[in-house]
């Protein structure tokens, strides 16, 4: 099993910056793809971005790419989503994810994660 905790939501205004960090703990002694996703209300789960085990691969939605910055600190289980120039229409609830099976690929789909936070909320006001 592996634990997530998401922190660093909050409200913040539109063109603002926030950084979100997931840290993972329980079976974290192999290696893992770590997936932030997000929904906001009467929406469904969309993928954000992900990076895999190694950090050599990132993906990122096109709605994200330019804005948002994945990384990852293997030493803390830890990875965090920079958002920059942050929109109303990033608002939502904002999940990270962990895929063990496929460590070394960045998916982008969330059936593919194994395990799941909580989540943290992102309100951007205009």
């Known amino acids: 099993q592996v634990q997530l905790v998401e922190s660093g939501g909050r409200l913040v205004q539109a063109g603002g910056s926030l950084r979100l960090s997931c840290t993972a703990s329980?079976?974290?002694?192999?290696?893992?793809?770590m997936g932030w996703f997000r929904q906001a209300p009467g929406k469904e789960r969309e993928f954000v971005g992900a990076i895999n085990a190694r950090g050599s691969t990132i993906n990122y939605s096109d709605s994200v790419k330019g804005r948002f910055t994945i990384s990852k600190d293997n030493t803390k289980n830890t990875v965090y989503l920079q958002m920059n120039s942050l929109k109303p229409e990033d608002t939502a609830v904002y999940y990270c994810?962990?895929?063990?099976?496929?460590?070394?690929?960045?998916?982008?789909?969330?059936?593919?994660?194994?395990?799941w936070g909580l989540g943290t909320q992102v309100t951007v006001s205009s």
């Open positions: 329980g079976r974290t002694n192999r290696p893992y793809a």
């Open positions: 994810a962990v895929d063990i099976d496929q460590p070394w690929v960045a998916a982008i789909t969330g059936n593919d994660y194994d395990y």
